[in-house]
């Protein structure tokens, strides 16, 4: 039986695998963590009630030792998970070659980085991952609520989305290609063929940042809707958000207690949420004593100062035209700016949705990559959705582990994604 289970079968007699995570002794009575990868359980071996051979085994019995125990589950309050085993019979089925190189006492970041794939064994990773896990299934689930189709744009793409200067390049027979930093210029089309259409899939740029929201590979929830403004898609992502969290509080109380988790701060996270622009944004951060100027972009010093005013995930729309991709639709009312937004997480987590409207006229989406630099044979295709019946559309992309973190209330994103690769880290 798995440890999760074990809450509703109280009374029976059982046979539960896992490892040896943890253990001590009183005399009489030894104690052993168990866990299973879908929980941790303690169990109780009694001298007298489990066999003598089992409770002999137990002594010093190693870390990470792969064991089986026979017993009886009993409800018991103050353990975690609410029951525990009392043991009748215990066999080791693993024994480990070296002692297991984690301990209970503090490890460097870096030791613990390189050694993620046991690292991940711990409690708090489990508590992050099962969160992680979560928030996938919840994104899903809003997107097919809403008849929204999956469309799974490419990894290995002849284009750049966000800019050049964080391209990952790759050899493709004889020509360039990049790992895909977002899906959403495949997903535009797709928009013009299925009307709903999201993508969820990984993100790769090359950024040379070493800061807590930063990787080099990401995953990125993408949707794009048809027919759709940009207030439009403000609105979808920020419902999209609160069902996330609901989700988390509804579903995943014990992981969120491990990581000790504010949760009042969470459930304070309804709509609507608040919405300033740009300049507005701007005069702001002057107030507070930053010195940003109009036309400059944000980093994560004044979102973070940004979002200390609010206990909300913060709307920031329309910035100016010239810091800002090629494929955002210019403000009719201000030619100088687009019709874009960003979604600043509370608690200094940063910029984790960034979004807009399309533009969706020819001529001007011409010059822009013209403008830009941009190689036009590499995004002729992309023109044909203006050239063979154009649509207002709008879309935007959340990032999965700066979500993750911010939800689990972890300091850093490297620990929101199973395997993490940053500036520097490639291994394991
Ligand atoms: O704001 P970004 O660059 O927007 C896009 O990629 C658009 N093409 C999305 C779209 O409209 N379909 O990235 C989207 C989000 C950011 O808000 C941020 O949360 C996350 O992706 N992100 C990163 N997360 C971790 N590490 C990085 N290096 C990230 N870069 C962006
Ligand atoms: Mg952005």
Redesign the pocket.
């Known amino acids: 039986m798995w440890i999760e289970d074990l809450k509703d079968h109280i009374g029976e007699v059982v046979t539960v695998k896992g490892w040896v995570f943890n253990r001590r002794s009183s005399g009489k009575v030894r104690f052993i963590i168990l866990r299973d990868g879908t929980g941790f359980s303690q169990v109780v071996l009694v001298k007298g009630i489990v066999s003598e051979e089992g409770f002999n085994l137990s002594h010093n019995i190693p870390y990470e030792a792969q064991i089986e125990v026979n017993g009886r589950i009993k409800e018991e309050s103050r353990a975690i998970g609410g029951v525990e085993i009392e043991a009748l019979d215990l066999k080791i089925v693993f024994l480990p070659h070296e002692e297991y190189p984690i301990s209970t006492k503090s490890h460097g970041i870096d030791f613990l980085l390189s050694h993620r794939h046991l690292w991940l064994r711990s409690r708090r990773q489990f508590a992050i991952m099962r969160i992680r896990n979560e928030i996938i299934k919840a994104a899903r689930d809003f997107f097919y609520e809403r008849k929204f189709i999956n469309i799974d744009s490419p990894i290995l793409t002849p284009t750049s989305?966000?800019g050049t200067t964080t391209l990952f390049e790759v050899n493709y027979f004889d020509e360039k290609a990049y790992l895909s930093?977002?899906?959403?210029l495949y997903?535009e089309p797709a928009a013009a063929a299925l009307g709903k259409v999201f993508c969820f899939g990984p993100?790769f740029?090359a950024?040379k940042s070493k800061t807590r929201?930063?990787?080099?590979e990401?995953w990125?929830i993408?949707p794009?809707v048809a027919f759709m403004d940009y207030k439009g898609a403000e609105e979808l992502a920020s419902s999209l958000i609160v069902y996330m969290i609901e989700r988390v509080l509804e579903n995943r109380q014990q992981e969120l207690e491990i990581l000790e988790r504010d949760v009042d701060a969470l459930k304070r996270i309804k709509l609507p949420f608040p919405v300033i622009s740009y300049e507005e944004a701007i005069g702001l951060l002057n107030k507070k004593g930053n010195g940003t100027k109009y036309g400059e972009d944000f980093g994560g010093d004044e979102e973070t100062l940004l979002s200390e005013s609010f206990d909300r995930p913060l709307i920031i729309e329309k910035y100016p035209k010239s810091i800002k991709p090629f494929y955002m639709k210019e403000d009719t009312e201000n030619p100088e700016l687009v019709l874009n937004f960003?979604i600043i997480a509370p608690e200094g987590y940063g910029?984790?949705?960034?979004?807009?409207q399309r533009e969706d006229d020819y001529d001007k989406l011409l010059e822009n990559i013209k403008e830009h630099g941009i190689e036009m044979d590499t995004v002729d295709w992309y023109l044909d959705i203006r050239k063979y019946g154009s649509f207002v559309h709008s879309?935007?992309?959340?990032?999965l582990?700066?979500t993750v973190a911010w939800i689990s209330g972890i300091h850093h994103?490297r620990e929101a994604i199973p395997y993490p690769r940053t500036l520097g880290r490639l291994y394991p």
Not at 213 to 216: F, N
């Open positions: 989305c966000e930093q977002s899906g959403q997903l993100a740029r950024e929201r930063h990787l080099t990401f990125a993408e794009e960003d910029e984790i949705v960034g979004g807009s879309g935007f992309g959340l990032g582990e700066r994103v």
